[in-house]
């Protein structure tokens, strides 16, 4: 048999999360994954980057007017989760998505799913340096040294993500490992782009 | 070397969860896990006879009247943890317990602080039986048939563990995984035995 190491052998398998339950209660102007930018809806964007990033299982998490969301993600192949608490907030999302993960994992994408400039490229750099064996094990994608999403988490770390409620965000618990993250600086600021008013699709628009 | 299955030569990691934080709130009268029973609070019964079982870590949970708590368990080989949202429910305690779990453990045992009449000896009978390579991975203790507590756990059903909220309980995610369940049946009833109310106080204290 060939010498290899054992992460060698077997690649990472490497799951994605897209959490697209909630209201857009700050949008204003009804939900705001289903209103069109490009002539496709916002959900549609991230889901098909994390697609195309032949992440798999991509599991997505909706609740807020699912039937509609489930019209928008007919045809890809991810799994569908629906979270019947989504009014309880993002964590509640987070949980359901993170027990619905297969045991065979290494790591999982947390994607927002109101992030409409993130491309395969993205995901494919950040998925790139992921290396346990390194210490390499909580991806951040970076731009011009700024932190922002979607963030690659070494399965070590998830039942303490499952453990996130509002008073202990996942950004505190970047913190807590500091000495496991690593960050990859973007050629672009779509890691820093998300969708919260109509000004911000408005400006996202107008970048593309 | 000798010729071992893995499992054989590493023995199985296993830590015990104690979920002491609740407000006692049907008892009626006070602290429940601080009455005495047989001369010591009720909490230092469960929490003696899983220590004295030699699990390690044993992560003891508490919220409610925490400072009091915390006399009760001075001296007793643990780690504290404190649930700041214990009036959310079990779930929020259960969930803090198992983000505390060091990662290399395989299994957990859930206990319930207000089952005195739980020993060594149940635990003991229930770890013993624990054989994930032949697909006993949820261990359930049992008298005449009837299932009580504390339940052991394969640590691949954590995740799905952290995600349980009041609308979907333990007892489902048992049923959801029949297939791994053994059942331990015991030599008497104290795995059906909790304590709820003073009269069930008095009952316990009777059958000593």
């Not at 959490?19 to 991230?46: E, Q, T, Y």
């Not at 390499?136 to 970076?142: A, F, N, S």
């Amino acid at each position: 048999m060939p010498k290899h190491t054992a992460s060698r052998a077997s690649p990472a398998r490497i799951a994605a999360l897209v959490l697209a339950a909630g209201r857009s209660s700050r949008f204003g102007r009804g939900n705001k994954l289903l209103v069109a930018l490009d002539g496709r809806p916002l959900l549609a964007h991230v889901v098909g980057a994390v697609v195309a990033s032949r992440l798999e299982p991509v599991i997505v998490v909706i609740g807020h007017e699912s039937e509609q969301m489930k019209q928008v993600l007919k045809g890809y192949d991810i799994v569908l989760v629906h979270n019947r608490d989504y009014t309880g907030g993002l964590s509640t999302s987070l949980r359901r998505g993170l027990a619905a993960l297969p045991q065979d994992i290494d790591a999982v994408l947390i994607c927002l799913a109101d992030m409409p400039a993130i491309t395969a490229d993205h995901i494919g750099r950040l998925v790139g340096r992921f290396d346990p064996a390194q210490g390499r094990c909580i991806g951040v994608p970076t731009y011009h040294g700024k932190r922002g999403n979607p963030v690659l988490w070494d399965k070590r770390f998830l039942l303490e993500m499952s453990a996130i409620t509002g008073d202990i965000g996942a950004r505190e618990l970047v913190a807590t490992h500091t000495d496991f993250v690593y960050e990859v600086e973007m050629p672009d600021r779509a890691v820093l782009i998300d969708i919260d008013t109509p000004a911000d699709l408005a400006a996202a628009a107008r970048e593309r």
